[in-house]
T-cell receptor
């Protein structure tokens, strides 16, 4: 059974629209993260959460908003979508806190913005 | 500025060969260093990490990495590769106390039969 679920696997959106990327982890971890991977840039750290609290935000744009309704959920809302937002978005989690912890990654959501 | 660099974008070897994937970092203070593997179309999987102690750390599937403070390096090695080791390998670093993991650009390892 998959331990980290990301939905949907593929997502196509039009410029200017809004989408929510879903992430649920069933590893009992307390920390969750979002990363972005595109052809132009290596894997980029976006957000980290611990016990539903934002710990670090390296996303310059407020168009990206993480949402944590439960400890094992960390969704990513993206508003006013742009073609440059096209990328694969990975959710991850860890038992221990911080950047040095072993992180477990989901399969990713591939977003294409037309 | 904290950076992680992987100088080789692509490495091709034959099955049974040894391989070394290079990683250099630029960080001040104490850091955690790790390696992750990404098979095509999948999420990343943790291989190993180093923080302190023995500079040679063992990971899964016969991988090991060696930390060198003098060279600012954390190279990944495997003595005998298998075709299933073909994947992209990412080196990553985080400052002690930081919540941010910084990845290198990745090295595509191709193992020929």
């Amino acid at each position: 059974d998959p331990k980290i679920i990301q939905k949907p696997k593929y997502l196509v959106a039009v410029t200017g629209s809004e989408k929510i990327l879903i992430c649920e982890q069933y590893l009992g971890h307390n920390a969750m993260y979002w990363y972005r991977q595109s052809a132009k840039k290596p894997l980029e750290f976006m957000f980290s959460y611990s016990y539903q609290k934002l710990m670090d935000n390296q996303t310059a744009s407020s168009r990206f908003q993480p949402q944590s309704s439960k400890k094992n959920h960390l969704d990513l809302q993206i508003t006013a979508l742009k073609p440059d937002d096209s990328a694969t978005y990975f959710c991850a989690s860890s038992q221990d806190w911080g950047g040095g912890a072993e992180q477990f990654f989901g399969p990713g959501t591939r977003l294409t913005v037309l | 500025t904290q950076t992680v660099s992987q100088s080789d974008a692509h490495v091709t070897v034959f099955e049974g060969d040894s391989v070394e994937l290079r990683c250099n970092y630029s960080y001040g203070g104490s850091i955690y260093l790790s390696w992750y593997i990404q098979h095509h179309g999948r999420g990343l999987q943790f291989l190993l990490k180093y923080y302190s102690g023995n500079p040679v750390v063992q990971g899964v599937n016969g991988f090991e990495a060696e930390f060198s403070k003098s060279d600012s390096s954390f190279h990944l090695r495997k003595a005998s590769v298998h075709w299933s080791d073909s994947a992209v390998y990412f080196c990553a670093a985080a400052s002690s106390g930081s919540w941010q993991l910084i990845f290198g650009s990745g090295t595509q390892l191709t193992v020929m039969p």
